[in-house]
């Protein structure tokens, strides 16, 4: 009878043993996992924000060569999401960033005119994990602000007689 005693506390202890590494297992690999899906959600959040500004960087283009031309190259300094919306140029119910917030800058300063789209973000890493994605407008990395650039003749083509006039002329380059 002693025997089988001892051979019952024995299976409880090596139960009881058998448990816990199988929790701790368990625990291990419920860390794991929650820090892979937190890294892929991270990667998603990341791209969609620069896919956001690649289709943004469009609309701002297309924004200053139709008001360049109507306005006989006179454009304003910045443009709003909400002036976007409103005059057209974007759905009205356009999701704002995933991420941080956003300027728009047309600096037409120099011959071709610059469109800048700025993302400043709650801190340096989620600017630097930005910055680091890269995309089709060369992104610059200022602390906690991602600034892409590029030039409205890049990406505006010349498509109408008036268009070509106005081109010409050098007022909306």
């Not at 001892?6 to 409880?12: E, F, T």
């Not at 060569?65 to 304003?76: D, F, I, L, S």
């Amino acid at each position: 009878m002693d025997k089988v005693n001892d051979l019952k506390k024995s299976v409880r202890g090596f139960s009881s043993l058998t448990l816990l590494v199988v929790l701790s297992i368990g625990a291990s690999m419920m860390i794991y996992i929650h820090k892979q899906y937190l890294a892929h959600q991270n990667t998603y959040m990341n791209n969609a924000v620069v896919k956001y500004v690649d289709s943004l960087m469009l609309v701002l283009a297309n924004y200053y060569k139709t008001e360049c031309y109507t306005n006989n190259g006179v454009v304003a300094d910045s443009v709003t999401l909400t002036d976007l919306k409103s005059a057209g140029y974007i759905n009205s119910n356009y999701p704002l960033p995933k991420k941080g917030t956003i300027t728009f800058i047309i600096d037409d300063s120099s011959t071709y005119a610059k469109l800048l789209i700025q993302i400043t973000f709650d801190s340096a890493k989620d600017a630097r994990d930005i910055f680091n994605v890269g995309s089709s407008y060369s992104p610059i990395l200022l602390g906690e602000q991602v600034t892409w650039k590029t030039t409205a003749s890049s990406i505006n083509r010349v498509n109408s007689d008036v268009d070509m006039q106005l081109y010409a002329s050098g007022n909306c380059n």
